[in-house]
């Protein structure tokens, strides 16, 4: 048995108790054209967003619309996590979902294969040290708050494929080649499009259409939203092992809805759209466990000034280091 299934039996049986059946079935319901209308609209935003940085020179006016644009790059690997769970159309398709998978992982310039295999094995075994090749490889290992802000930097890159790397190491010779095609692939189309863009708008274009929402943003991104997911825990109960955060349309908006991992991990074939109402279904649950929810900048706050250990209670445990004082004015 896997060890978060092994360690969740109460909870699912809690959890079960929790949702109405009914309401569980509709919260499982995948609509397709909505699934399709919120990628139309991620691709929407990043063109929109394109035209802008282009055609602005103030970097007042074309930065924020570069923040827009790594977001939307950054929410084509939340499309992607919708495809590894089957929660796009009602009858499964594989050519359909390689497909779409395929898509979704290019902008990223990550392997399908790779993100789905790393992502169910993250799901098997929730809350081991070992066996989660997310917590195993890519959660910092020292403590220290010049190292946890590198994630939020373009170091974040080496980070994630060091990471994948070894992971990548214990697969079976089929898959190690296809990560390795497919990776391959999406690196070379990254640089084909900065290619592109440098030939034809110049390296200034390029600098601020690419490599700022790519190199600076999208780290930020993922960063923040990776926050949000298993660093604020409490070890001891598996309904813990997630990270409640608090509903919120701009985060709805900005993450797809990836804001709601706690709920994605108790039931994982909702759809991202529907992760809303099933928190608002859960709030006497998490009433009645006393678990509060958190907002990104109390957890950056925590992580960063606080230096709180990942994968560890914010709540209840010190500060791993003293809190710096403020500068004065």
Do not use: C
């Not at 280091?321 to 004065?328: C, H, K, L």
Request: no cysteine.
């Amino acid at each position: 048995m896997a060890y978060y299934a092994e360690h969740a039996q109460q909870l699912k049986q809690e959890l079960a108790a929790a949702v109405p059946i009914d309401e569980l079935r509709r919260l499982h319901e995948k609509r397709p054209l909505l699934h399709a209308l919120l990628a139309t609209g991620n691709v929407a935003a990043l063109a929109v967003a394109a035209v802008a940085i282009v055609r602005f020179d103030r970097w007042y006016l074309w930065l924020p619309f570069a923040v827009v644009a790594g977001f939307a790059i950054f929410d084509f690997t939340v499309l992607l996590h919708e495809v590894v769970h089957r929660a796009v159309v009602q009858q499964s398709s594989e050519a359909l979902y390689r497909v779409l998978g395929l898509m979704y992982a290019v902008p990223s310039g990550i392997s399908a294969s790779q993100f789905t295999r790393w992502h169910l094995d993250h799901h098997a075994a929730l809350g081991s040290d070992l066996e989660d090749p997310k917590r195993h490889y890519l959660s910092p290992k020292q403590n220290a708050r010049w190292l946890k802000a590198l994630y939020f930097t373009p170091a974040l890159f080496p980070i994630y494929f060091r990471a994948a790397a070894k992971e990548a190491a214990s697969y079976e010779p089929a898959l190690r080649r296809r990560i390795a095609v497919e990776r391959s692939a999406t690196i070379l189309f990254q640089l084909g499009v900065l290619f592109v863009i440098a030939l034809v708008g110049g390296w200034f274009i390029a600098f601020k259409l690419y490599v700022v929402p790519v190199f600076f943003v999208f780290p930020i991104a993922f960063a923040l939203n990776r926050l949000g997911q298993h660093y604020d825990i409490d070890p001891g109960d598996p309904a813990k092992w997630s990270t409640l955060m608090k509903g919120s349309w701009f985060w709805d908006v900005a993450y797809l809805f990836s804001n709601y991992h706690l709920e994605h991990h108790y039931f994982p074939g909702v759809p991202f759209y529907n992760l809303p109402r099933l928190q608002k279904l859960l709030a006497p649950f998490y009433e009645k466990r006393g678990m509060a929810a958190r907002g990104y900048g109390e957890l950056v706050w925590n992580w960063l000034a606080l230096n709180r250990k990942p994968h560890s209670n914010w709540e209840s445990g010190p500060a791993s280091a003293p809190v710096p004082a403020p500068p004065s004015l």
